[in-house]
Nanobody
Framework: QVQLVESGGGLVQPGGSMTLSCAAS????????MGWYRQAPGKQRELVAA???????NYADSVKGRFTISRDNAKNTVNLQMNSLKPEDTAVYYCNARLRATILSGWNDYWGQGTQVTVSS
């Protein structure tokens, strides 16, 4: 079994900062990427930021210059530092990992339970 456990989230004022953290544990043979998605009410889930093992991070245009993703390959963790938060950043944020659980497994997506981020004064 693979588990993604998220921490962080909550209420923050516009212009504020917040850090989300995610740790992957369990049966993990290899991780291709770890990242964050978000889903606002009435909208589809969208990519926020993702980091592969050795490549450049990928960011949604709406968060470029404000959010920074960092991944620790040795610890199977990923953080999302969010600065200059806006009300439109309000959403449930989900940690994602694309990984192989065993040497015989294919690459599959795993998800955290989601954490609410609310940006409001």
């Amino acid at each position: 079994q693979v588990q993604l456990v998220e921490s962080g989230g909550g209420l923050v004022q516009p212009g504020g900062s917040m850090t989300l953290s995610c740790a992957a544990s369990g049966s993990i043979f290899a991780i291709y990427s770890m990242g964050w998605y978000r889903q606002a009410p009435g909208k589809q889930r969208e990519l926020v930021a993702a980091a592969t093992g050795g490549g450049h991070p990928n960011y949604a245009d709406s968060v470029k210059g404000r959010f920074t993703i960092s991944r620790d390959n040795a610890k199977n963790t990923v953080n999302l530092q969010m600065n200059s938060l806006k009300p439109e950043d309000t959403a449930v944020y989900y940690c994602n990992a694309r990984l192989r659980a065993t040497i015989l497994s294919g690459w599959n997506d795993y998800w955290g339970q989601g954490t609410q981020v609310t940006v409001s004064s």
